[in-house]
């Protein structure tokens, strides 16, 4: 493994947790026996590389794009400070409307897989469209509608199956409480560039930066 300075980082930090293991997940890794045996210092760096980078883009590009689709939105933005449980509906409507990931490419199939009148052969590379059936109108009903109150939102945010995200009830919680201060303490805040600038990446979609200002 290459020794980068994020790899040496996380490294200390396993021999930290340890030598004193607390209540958190890095401390369970690295003092865990589990089924296997305990997992290597490797094993656990690329673990906790693994869960970093998968949950900070991801929660950011979330919170981001929250602040977006709310300014735009200005409507569901006054009802949401009249009512603030309508959160839990914004940011489910969120994953499905704007989802931080919107592809996921590194899967292929096991074997021959028949969807309708086509069949995906075994070893097939394939791309899950996650965004796009997050507004399958044949599952959504107005799907380029953002709507907070939508009954029913199984949407493909956090993908789905065995891969199912990992952190979904950590970031729901983490966007549901940044959203709520973000406007909690602006005063009749106004986006200054619309549409921003986006990251360069057909997987994660959010802004490069937004320009918020108070009206
Ligand atoms: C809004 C924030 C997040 C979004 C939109 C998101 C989205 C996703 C998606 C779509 C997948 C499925 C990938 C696949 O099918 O291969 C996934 C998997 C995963 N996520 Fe997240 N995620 C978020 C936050 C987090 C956080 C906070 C963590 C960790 C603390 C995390 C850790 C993981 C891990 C480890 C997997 C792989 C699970 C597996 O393959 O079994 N994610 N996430």
Known sequence: MRQTHLHKYLGGLVESHRSQPGEDLLSRLATDDGPDGRMTDEEIVTTATLILFAGHETTVNLISNGVLTLLRH??????????????????????????????????????????GDTVIPKGAQIMLMLASGNRDPDRFHEPDRFDP?????????????????????????????????FFRRLNNPQLITDPPPYRRSPILRGPLHLHVGQG
């Not at 409307?97 to 969807?115: L, M």
């Open 149 to 181: 109150s939508r009954q029913d939102n199984q949407h493909l945010g956090f993908g789905g199956g065995i891969h199912l995200c990992f952190g979904g009830p950590m970031a729901r919680l983490e966007v549901q409480i940044a959203l709520t201060e």
């Open 74 to 115: 200005p409507d569901v933005l006054q009802r949401l400070q009249s009512q603030p449980d309508l959160i839990i509906g914004v940011v489910e409507e969120l994953l499905r409307y704007e989802p931080p990931v919107q592809i996921v490419p590194w899967r292929a199939a096991y074997s021959d897989v028949t969807i």
